[in-house]
């Protein structure tokens, strides 16, 4: 079973080619060109917005809802000899949600609802979009994973749909603008944050990352 991407991933897209073709780079670059907060209609929730500058040279830049097949798949199924199951060998992990999937079997009418644990790998490749907070803790920068630290919640990773409409190789620049709703204030009231993202384009190329400078959420704020 193929899961969607999170809800709260939600993408706005400007893109354009010049007239006269530039000549970029078959693996695209990027700047960052603003980012900041917003209230929503909720109180606890706040809204991330943030606009980069992109150019790529041949333009194989997004992926469709549909396209969950390889190399853009969620997961891969771990084999030894046999599809690996939880509680199959005492070398396995305990449960948690980024080396198990559970899937269910088809529902049968009249019939309880079955499921299996398995053991995955993760496959990045399922995102074009990667997003990660950063939080300075002693001085030092350290990883905020939502997938550990707040018991399974989705990471910021996401997708951005196709760039290029005209179904022809060719130079793209332009600006994208990426926004997610959580409740940031909530959950880095305190804390200096900085965000690094970075991009992929069809043939698994990823781009340079660029990062926010160090920040309190409420000096974001608009």
Same mark, same amino acid.
């Given at each position: 079973?193929?899961?969607?991407?999170?809800?709260?991933?939600?993408?706005?897209? %400007?893109? *354009?080619?010049?007239?006269?073709?530039?000549?970029?780079?078959?693996?695209? &670059? %990027?700047?960052?060109?603003?980012?900041? $907060?917003?209230?929503?209609?909720?109180? /606890?929730?706040?809204?991330?917005?943030?606009? %980069?500058?992109?150019?790529? +040279? =041949?333009?194989?830049?997004?992926? @469709?809802?549909?396209?969950?097949?390889?190399?853009?798949?969620?997961? =891969?199924?771990?084999?030894? @000899?046999?599809? #690996?199951?939880?509680?199959?060998?005492?070398?396995?992990?305990?449960?948690?949600?980024? =080396?198990?999937? #559970?899937?269910?079997?088809?529902?049968?009418? +009249? &019939?309880?609802?079955?499921?299996?644990?398995? *053991?995955?790998?993760?496959? =990045?490749?399922?995102?074009?979009?990667?997003?990660?907070?950063?939080?300075?803790?002693?001085?030092?920068?350290?990883?905020?994973?939502?997938?550990?630290?707040?018991?399974?919640?989705?990471? *910021?990773?996401?997708?951005?749909?196709?760039?290029? &409409?005209? @179904?022809?190789?060719?130079?793209?620049?332009?600006?994208?603008?990426?926004?997610?709703?959580? @409740? $940031?204030?909530?959950?880095?009231?305190?804390?200096?944050?900085?965000?690094?993202?970075?991009?992929?384009?069809?043939? /698994?190329?990823?781009?340079?990352?660029?990062? &926010?400078?160090? $920040?309190?959420?409420?000096?974001?704020?608009?």
């Amino acid at each position: 079973m193929q899961k969607s991407v999170p809800w709260f991933l939600l993408l706005a897209l %400007i893109a *354009y080619a010049c007239f006269e073709r530039p000549v970029f780079s078959l693996t695209p &670059t %990027i700047d960052l060109k603003d980012f900041y $907060f917003t209230a929503t209609d909720y109180e /606890l929730l706040d809204s991330m917005n943030i606009i %980069i500058k992109f150019e790529d +040279g =041949d333009g194989d830049l997004g992926l @469709g809802a549909d396209e969950t097949y390889e190399p853009y798949h969620l997961y =891969d199924i771990l084999f030894n @000899g046999d599809s #690996i199951k939880i509680g199959d060998n005492d070398t396995l992990p305990p449960y948690n949600c980024i =080396d198990y999937e #559970i899937i269910r079997k088809p529902y049968v009418p +009249g &019939t309880p609802v079955e499921a299996d644990t398995f *053991y995955v790998q993760r496959n =990045d490749n399922y995102f074009n979009y990667f997003l990660d907070f950063y939080i300075k803790e002693n001085g030092q920068w350290r990883l905020y994973d939502p997938a550990i630290e707040r018991n399974c919640s989705p990471r *910021y990773h996401g997708r951005y749909f196709h760039l290029n &409409t005209s @179904g022809n190789e060719r130079p793209l620049t332009g600006e994208l603008k990426y926004g997610l709703t959580s @409740g $940031f204030r909530l959950l880095f009231r305190y804390d200096t944050l900085k965000v690094r993202i970075q991009i992929q384009d069809r043939a /698994l190329n990823r781009s340079n990352y660029v990062e &926010t400078d160090p $920040f309190l959420i409420q000096d974001r704020y608009r």
